[in-house]
T-cell receptor, first 113, second 115 residues
Framework: DGGITQSPKYLFRKEGQNVTLSCEQNLNHDAMYWYRQDPGQGLRLIYYSQIVNDFQKGDIAEGYSVSREKKESFPLTVTSAQKNPTAFYLC????????????FGQGTRLTVV | AQSVTQLGSHVSVSEGALVLLRCNYSSSVPPYLFWYVQYPNQGLQLLLKYTSAATLVKGINGFEAEFKKSETSFHLTKPSAHMSDAAEYFCAVTGGGGSNYKLTFGKGTLLTVNP
């Protein structure tokens, strides 16, 4: 089955630790995205990538980092610099183009303990 | 830059009643508009999209939306609500010139369906 796989589904982090969220797609999409979702805030774009080895900051990139070494993979690292990391994180992918929809993974819920 | 505003963070309807979820967009160029649905603790699923081929767009699960340029609106409707429609709904837009294909989302509307 084609789709986007995010792992883990639930993740707990101690304050001061970096954690990496995995996102893999087998849809052969060029573009990949990371969104953060908080209650009542909608989805806010963290980073996005159009092509391997290239990515751009979204609206709330501070405290996050990404890499795009392979077309199918776009991991997100939540660093200790992110002051309020507890949230639901969604990865998505799409073909390039403004009239194309994005396909989403099932999300990772990160909680700082 | 393009943006969308969803009016009403929470809408409650009775089973069998009309569902109307409101979305207004702001864009300096013709937009591409989308409606997504999210069930608890899951990702988003596309309901429908407007890409200028037709102003009335039909989607999955009996939902449809009408693009009204004069009102800058793209409201989502369903004639008769079902219990399984209870979820959060997001309006989104792309467009704005250049390679600006990123989806910009509204804050979402939580739909409750009462028996």
């Amino acid at each position: 089955d084609g789709g986007i796989t995010q792992s883990p589904k639930y993740l707990f982090r101690k304050e001061g630790q970096n954690v990496t969220l995995s996102c893999e797609q087998n849809l052969n999409h060029d573009a990949m995205y990371w969104y953060r979702q908080d209650p009542g805030q909608g989805l806010r774009l963290i980073y996005y990538s159009q092509i391997v080895n290239d990515f751009q900051k979204g609206d709330i990139a501070e405290g996050y980092s990404v890499s795009r070494e392979k077309k199918e993979s776009f991991p997100l690292t939540v660093t200790s610099a992110q002051k309020n990391p507890t949230a639901f994180y969604l990865c998505a992918s799409s073909i390039l183009g403004m009239n194309t929809e994005a396909f989403f993974g099932q999300g990772t819920r990160l909680t700082v303990v | 830059a393009q943006s969308v505003t969803q009016l009403g963070s929470h809408v409650s309807v009775s089973e069998g009643a009309l569902v109307l979820l409101r979305c207004n967009y702001s864009s300096s160029v013709p937009p591409y508009l989308f409606w997504y649905v999210q069930y608890p603790n899951q990702g988003l699923q596309l309901l429908l999209k407007y890409t200028s081929a037709a102003t009335l767009v039909k989607g999955i699960n009996g939902f449809e939306a009408e693009f009204k340029k004069s009102e800058t609106s793209f409201h989502l409707t369903k004639p008769s609500a079902h219990m399984s429609d209870a979820a959060e709904y997001f309006c989104a837009v792309t467009g704005g010139g250049g390679s600006n294909y990123k989806l910009t989302f509204g804050k979402g509307t939580l739909l409750t369906v009462n028996p």
